[in-house]
């Protein structure tokens, strides 16, 4: 057997897991629509840079007006995400029960993890 029928052989198989593997997982491209933005943002983005910026100066100063400004930068970073989260969870609850709706008299509402009920702002 010489080498250059070996090499055939080996050009063959390659070829035929290549083909299969082709066959089996098709190339496909992402569904992202250019110009859609995903739900959180660039508010929330600039948000969450600032609080990773905030903690890395906190832990390289361990100074007490650092830490203050992380936790601050912290919970303004989480108060957005659970208001982003409220404006969805009424618009989701709003269509498909429009009269079952929190704030569907006009007010608005939010709901409480404690007592797991809505709550009158």
């Known amino acids: ?10 050009d ?3 070829e035929s897991l290549l083909s299969s593997y082709h066959t089996s997982c098709p190339e496909t491209l992402p569904r ?5 933005q995903p739900w959180w943002g660039a508010d929330l ?7 990773r910026k905030a903690l890395n100066r ?3 100063t361990c100074t007490d007006e650092a830490w203050d400004a992380y936790y601050a930068a912290k919970s303004s970073y989480k108060k957005c995400i659970r208001m982003i989260a409220l404006e969805k969870l009424q618009w989701a609850i709003h269509s498909f029960h429009p009269s079952k709706a929190p704030g ?8 409480s993890g404690v007592g797991r009920r809505w709550r009158h702002v």
């Open 1 to 10: 057997m010489g080498t250059t029928l070996i090499d055939a052989q080996v």
């Open 12 to 14: 063959q198989l390659t």
């Open 32 to 36: 992202d629509s250019p110009g859609k």
């Open 45 to 51: 983005e600039r948000k969450r840079g600032k609080v």
């Open 58 to 60: 906190a832990m390289n």
């Open 104 to 111: 569907a008299d006009g007010d608005l509402h939010y709901y």
